[in-house]
């Protein structure tokens, strides 16, 4: 199946510095790239959806300012953390929409862990 | 999309058929039902999906009713590594930029 893979996986950061997200598509180009947080012992909360060679679209209540994210490319998107608090803290999780002709679907990575002291 | 209601936990043994159910009642007819699984600090995991007939795969069988308002995911022989949240979603098909949208899921716990 298709393959999404996240960097990193884990990642520590201090209050008040800025962390980067990459999120890759492996073997397949994706037009749509979806952000996703989840809390512990809660649901994924989509953040934002994000279309190459365009703005992202986020959702209501996340701030566009400090969550920055770029889709430079058909197979990477990438989701900053700007000016980190601990309650930013949280699981993030990308998803691709893409696939071959007979499995097009919304495939996931595995997730990076962002601890914010 | 559709909103779906789920169990909020159900158990099952080991070696034993995991029937996990998902009422969607308001479905719309071009809308499919689709499975999802989250293991523990892992990434969700496609199951398998349908629109009106039922579906199996290597994974599992997908029972949707007649009017499609409910759905039955079959796990056939749940093993402890089946553990994890299972999410029932209904979306149009994929490829309109529409992200899928998770409630709450129901938690299987798989116990020997």
């Known amino acids: 199946g298709a393959v999404v893979s996240q960097h990193p996986s884990r990642v520590i950061c201090k209050s008040g510095t800025s962390v980067k997200i990459e999120c890759r598509s492996l073997d397949f180009q994706a037009t749509t790239m979806f952000w996703y947080r989840q809390f512990p012992k809660k649901s994924l909360m989509l953040m934002a959806t994000s279309n190459e060679g365009s703005k992202a679209t986020y959702e209501q209540g996340v701030e566009k300012d400090k969550f920055l994210i770029n889709h430079a490319s058909l197979t990477l998107s990438t989701l900053t953390v700007t000016s980190a608090h601990p309650e930013d803290s949280s699981f993030y999780i990308c998803?691709?929409?893409?696939?071959?002709?007979?499995?097009?679907?919304?495939?996931f990575g595995p997730g990076t862990r962002l601890t914010v002291t | 999309d559709a909103k779906t209601t789920q169990p909020t936990s159900m158990d099952c043994a080991e070696g034993r058929a995991a029937n996990l159910p998902c009422n969607h009642s308001t479905i719309s007819g071009n809308e499919y039902v689709y499975w999802y699984r989250q293991i523990h600090s892992q990434g969700p995991q496609y199951i398998i999906h349908?629109?009106?007939n039922n579906e199996t795969n290597e994974m599992a069988s997908l029972i949707i009713t007649e009017d499609r308002k409910s759905s039955t995911l079959i796990l056939p022989h749940a093993t402890l590594r089946d553990t994890a949240v299972y999410y029932c979603?209904?979306?149009?098909?994929?490829?309109?930029?529409?992200?899928?949208?998770f409630g709450k899921g129901t938690t299987l716990s798989v116990s020997s």
């Open positions: 349908g629109l009106k």
């Open positions: 998803s691709a929409e893409g696939g071959r002709e007979d499995s097009y679907e919304q495939y």
């Open positions: 979603i209904v979306r149009i098909p994929p490829g309109a930029g529409t992200a899928l949208i």
